[in-house]
């Protein structure tokens, strides 16, 4: 039997042009199985290219990449779970129904995905709002919902894209304790955030610039490194070192 | 009521139309289009005349002013009308072959006893062999032959005691009929357009919410292959798109008593197949459009040159021959056709194999195509 590898995922001088615009310019990037990553940087960074490219919805250009060993696609799509930006989800369906139809994309029985589905509804606090249709939910519960519809696989690493954009403190905290907990039960998370706060409680941060990763360690490492109070802090000071240092 | 807000609103809508590229495009195009085939089909210019098979087998009769046979003096009338042109055939049943496979819009069959017959004073029935299915066919054909009899009765030589009553024109449909109403030659034609549109309509709008919504992307991020999705989204709308047909097809049969001389199934099996074909265009359209409004913009394009340019409502054969070549990759012409031949002529399968292989054709290569546009949400 082939040895598990212990990166879930290894990105290696990994590019993706989008005609003129470079979005991933040779970015290198092992995350761990059974962390949680957080990918930290600007707008146009290139942290959604990066998570879309793990998803297998764009090809690399150039580089190499690898996801539990094997390339993004759909037979590598069965250990990922992909949390989109904006909840992607069947607006007029009710909440069990967007649930149960990701679990049938993802090859369980109809009596599986249906069990699944009331797993997570009491794991995201979505209880009593089963047959309520999407379109009538609020904006924090579509994102539970659009959590639950990621997570109805069980997959072994999950792509959370700006998860907790839009969502009020209480919410995102809650978010954040089920992220633990999947966490703590095995899963591996590779988070972008444009939170701090949300940085923090990662195992580490990489910092994206122009496609790269500039850094990569705990919070703590980071900040240390900087000589920053603050992530937010580090993250200049490794761009203004990249920028002196000749962005090589 | 403020000119600076309502000036502000509108210089929005020019701004917004110039960051949108496509719209304008779509803006000039179709009406550009729709003329441009107006123009030419309307026009005399640039058509081809009706092809006629004309078997003349008069033996004609000798006079004292000489040898006169009336169905040479009508086969050269014919041959002088510019609207169709005459071909010539071995036999009436040559003729009546060419008519079946549609190569000649009809055929003139001159009896070898007419001059007889006429100088005789009996009756003197010129056949008119028609498809019977096809009121743009068979139209000219018998209006032709009419015009021909009726400049003989003006110009024929005095001597002959030449009358015109005796002479007359007989069309004989090889299927369907000469004298059905507008509606029962029309109903294939507004089956096939409206299962057409609305089934258009419903996928490229469906699929293009599955787009902006981001559950295609959820889709594409799944194991599901994209001939899964494509087909799952075949097999999810081929179900309401038949049952709109049959609700048209329904209607037309029961309150409008249209005529459905053929099968029923066999009807259905012609839309079932041309269905498949419209809801991948619609899934693959749908990918080339950024919001309803282009969707929408899109239905002239796809829909106008199959109505011009099918057969729907100017006959295919009096078409310039590139035309004519392109009107034969529109589901469309094949669609009408078949559906006239089964529900007007009362064909059977075997009749319309050739259209139902060309429908056929038409949906895997949609099929294909759509597969192909699925491969932008993976690239």
């Known amino acids: ?248 | 009521m403020s000119l600076s807000r309502i000036s502000a609103i509108a210089l929005r809508i020019l701004k917004q139309f110039r960051h949108d590229p496509r719209t304008i495009a779509l803006i000039v195009i179709v009406p550009l289009l729709v003329m441009a085939l107006i123009g030419y089909l309307i026009g005399d210019s640039g058509k081809e005349p009706l092809p006629v098979a004309v078997v003349n087998l008069d033996r004609g009769a000798d006079l004292p002013v000489g040898h006169v046979s009336l169905g040479a003096e009508i086969a050269r009338a014919l041959s002088a009308d510019l609207a169709i042109a005459v071909h010539g055939a071995s036999s009436p049943q040559a003729a009546t072959e060419r008519v079946r496979s549609t190569e000649v819009a009809g055929a003139v069959i001159i009896p070898a006893d007419l001059t007889q017959r006429v100088l005789a004073g009996t009756p003197a029935p010129i056949r008119v062999v028609v498809g019977g299915t096809d009121p743009s066919l068979q139209g000219p054909v018998l209006a032709a032959t009419a015009g021909a009899v009726q400049s003989l009765s003006e110009h024929a030589p005095s001597e002959i005691g030449f009358r015109a009553p005796p002479l007359t024109v007989r069309a004989a449909p090889i299927e369907g009929g000469v004298d059905l109403s507008p509606l029962d030659y029309d109903a294939p034609i507004l089956l096939t357009f409206f299962a057409f549109f609305l089934t258009f309509l419903l996928t490229s709008v469906s699929f293009l919410r599955e787009r902006s919504s981001g559950t295609l992307e959820r889709l594409m991020a799944s194991p599901a292959s994209r001939l899964d999705v494509l087909l799952g989204y075949l097999l999810g709308f081929i179900g309401f798109a038949v049952a709109q047909a049959l609700l048209i097809l329904g209607y037309a049969a029961w309150v409008l008593d249209v005529r459905i001389a053929g099968s029923v199934w066999l009807v259905l099996l012609v839309l079932v197949i041309l269905l498949i074909g419209v809801v991948n265009l619609g899934i693959s359209l749908s990918f080339y459009a950024r919001n309803e409004l282009q969707v929408v913009q899109f239905i002239p394009l796809v829909l106008i040159p199959q109505v011009f340019l099918g057969g729907l409502i100017w006959p295919v054969q009096t078409l310039w021959p590139p035309l004519r070549w392109l009107s034969q990759l529109f589901p469309l012409t094949h669609s009408t056709v078949a559906l006239r031949a089964v529900m007007v002529g009362g064909e059977r399968f075997g009749d319309i194999a050739g259209r139902l292989l060309a429908l056929l054709a038409f949906s895997v290569a949609m099929v294909a195509v759509g597969v192909l546009a699925l491969r932008k949400q993976r690239a």
């Open chain 1, 1 to 248: 039997m082939a040895e598990e590898p212990q990166l879930a995922i290894e990105a290696e001088g990994l590019v993706r042009t989008f005609g003129h615009l470079r979005a991933l310019d040779g970015l290198s990037l092992a995350v761990r199985r059974g962390e949680i990553l957080g990918l930290v940087g600007p707008n146009g960074a290139g942290k959604t290219t990066f998570i879309r490219t793990l998803a297998g919805l764009l090809r690399p250009t150039a580089g190499r990449v690898t996801v539990f060993g094997r390339a993004p696609g759909p037979r590598a799509s069965v250990d990922v779970g992909y949390m989109t930006q904006s909840a992607a989800l069947y607006e007029d369906l009710p909440v069990l129904d967007n649930i149960v139809f990701f679990g049938r994309l993802f090859g369980l029985s109809r009596g599986e995905a249906r069990a699944r589905a009331a797993e997570l509804l009491e794991l995201v606090d979505l209880r009593g709002k089963e047959r309520v249709p999407v379109r009538s939910l609020s904006g924090g519960m579509r994102e539970l919902a659009n959590l639950a519809c990621a997570m109805v696989h069980r997959p072994r690493l999950l792509l959370l894209d700006e998860p907790t954009v839009g969502i009020d403190p209480v919410l995102r905290l809650r978010l954040w304790e089920h992220f633990a907990e999947l966490n703590a039960a095995g899963t591996t998370i590779l988070v972008t955030t444009h939170v701090m706060e949300e940085a923090e409680r990662c195992h580490r941060v990489a910092l994206i610039g122009a496609g790269r990763a500039i850094a990569v360690g705990t919070p703590a490492e980071l900040r240390a490194a900087a000589g920053a109070p603050s992530i937010e802090e580090a993250y200049l000071v490794f761009w203004n070192r990249r920028h002196r240092d000749g962005a090589s």
